[in-house]
């Protein structure tokens, strides 16, 4: 990254020192027992930007971005950046910490000329004509950016891994890398309208064009590009990928070249009155274990009524069938693939012989509710318990956060996803009194501290958890015993 005179930012220099230093010192000092610790870490500039803080993985490193005379700079543990008219909040890689982020440089002459590039710290090592989306591998040592590099009409979508370009197609697909961070894969779209599985730059399978009546107008009526928005790719803990992609058939779901499942149609197509009893996927919902290879996706069974239901690697794991799929968020997933929770929608009569919508949260062996709605289901790591936000349906403070069905705390405007230890037995959760003030977090039923803003955790210890907020320009870590 480049680096200013550091006369000029050796303050800001200072601060970044200071903060990495004291979290390092927090993170092995255990508090009194049963009293949290609150560790000052810094004091933001006051031309720091609202929401450009991030922290590190680990919680040890961080970077923000400031406004200047010269244009916004990023400041960063190994320095400060050159100036841009604009940087969008920073992204520190997983384990590595290194500050990567997009900065946008307008037309001197006041044109729509905006150049986005993406800022490493090597340097540039993207440039698009537009706002581009970027991939970070999951150990943090590569990186992928997708977007144009031209403006003009029919240019090609180009991918950008690791500062080279791999793949310049009118339709490209997100890349997703390896959890081992070697392999690199995409969808690409071909000329003769068939599709092309691309790992690490060699085509392994290609999905022919629909052919099936309905598949085919759903295919010639979707915007373009098609592949970006809605074509999903997941590596498996054995190295298999899972694709969700468009064949002959409608939609296939495949891991490698085994075909899980088939479909004429996708949530995103548009299809006719005659083609809409056809059974639908929901491509967003892919959702994978960490380490098993079991995928879990939403889908519509054929017919005219709306009955969806979750399946894992193509069969149901259980016997709910659902009005309505939960696009608020995908199936959560144990480790092992054979736990998991999901928020099923259905009808119900109520006493005005209207029906009403209500919320149950499943899991593999139970089945919680009904709410009026559900949000930030999360599981225990080893998938044994299921924390999750609800709504009574009142309208004043009608959420609370529940463990397993039960509520923990109750009666807020707003709650955030909420977190379990590694066993499932404490709760830290973060939830919002009221509308327009400050949230709250706290720990089973205590509440420890209010914040404007959550920059990093809950992360559990064995023998804490611990946060890192903002309040005002004010950077706290806070360290709750177990």
Not at 211 to 224: F, G, K, L, T
Not at 306 to 318: A, I, K, L, Q, S
Request: aromatic letters at 8%.
């Amino acid at each position: 990254m480049p680096v200013t005179p550091p006369i000029v930012w050796r303050g800001l220099a200072r601060a970044v020192v200071a903060l990495a230093a004291t979290a390092a010192v927090a993170a092995g000092c255990a508090p009194e027992s049963g009293r949290p610790r609150k560790t000052h870490l810094a004091v933001l500039p006051a031309a720091a930007r609202p929401g450009g803080i991030a922290f590190s993985e680990a919680g040890d490193a961080w970077a923000f971005v400031v406004a200047t005379d010269e244009g916004d700079r990023v400041v960063g543990p190994r320095g400060t950046g050159a100036p841009h008219d604009r940087c969008g909040r920073p992204q520190l890689a997983p384990g590595e910490s290194r500050v990567l982020y997009w900065a946008r440089d307008d037309d001197d002459a006041g044109g729509d000329a905006s150049v986005f590039r993406l800022v490493t710290e090597d340097g540039i090592g993207a440039e698009f004509v537009g706002p581009a989306e970027l991939v970070l591998s999951p150990r943090g040592s590569r990186w992928a950016a997708l977007g144009r590099q031209s403006r003009a009409p029919g240019a090609p979508l180009v991918l950008i891994v690791d500062g080279a370009e791999h793949a310049a197609r009118v339709d490209l697909s997100f890349p997703v890398f390896s959890a081992d961070d070697r392999y690199v894969a995409y969808l690409a779209a071909r000329d003769d309208g068939r599709v092309a599985l691309v790992v690490d730059g060699i085509e392994r399978h290609l999905y022919e064009a629909p052919a099936a009546p309905c598949a085919r107008a759903a295919w010639q009526a979707a915007s373009r590009p098609d592949l970006v928005a809605h074509h999903p790719l997941r590596f498996l803990s054995d190295g298999s990928l899972v694709v969700v992609t468009r064949d002959a058939e409608g939609w296939g779901v495949y891991r490698d070249e085994e075909r899980l499942a088939s479909y004429p149609l996708s949530e995103t197509d548009r299809a006719s009155d005659a083609c809409r009893p056809g059974a639908w996927i929901v491509p967003s919902s892919l959702a994978t274990a960490a380490g098993a290879p079991y995928a879990f996706w939403w889908e519509r069974l054929a017919g005219t009524a709306p009955h969806w239901r979750v399946v894992r690697n193509g069969t149901p794991p259980d016997d709910v069938i659902c009005h309505d799929a939960w696009r608020a968020q995908p199936p959560e997933v144990a480790p092992d693939g054979r736990r998991y929770a999901y928020a099923c929608a259905v009808r119900m009569p109520s006493s005005d012989a209207e029906e009403l919508r209500r919320v149950f949260v499943v899991t593999a062996g139970a089945r919680y509710g009904p709410y009026a709605d559900v949000w930030g289901i999360a599981l225990a790591p080893d998938g044994s318990r299921v924390a999750y936000g609800a709504h009574d349906g009142s309208r004043d403070r009608p959420w609370s956060i529940h463990v397993d069905g039960a509520p923990r705390v109750a009666g807020y405007a707003a709650v955030w996803r909420p977190r379990l230890d590694a066993t499932g037995t404490h709760l830290a959760w973060q939830a919002q009194p009221d509308p327009e003030g400050p949230g709250v977090l706290g720990l089973d039923a205590r509440r420890i501290t209010r914040f404007d803003e959550i920059l990093w955790g809950p992360e559990f210890t064995p023998d804490h958890v611990a946060w890192i907020i903002r309040r005002g320009r004010k950077l706290t870590r806070i360290q709750v015993p177990l």
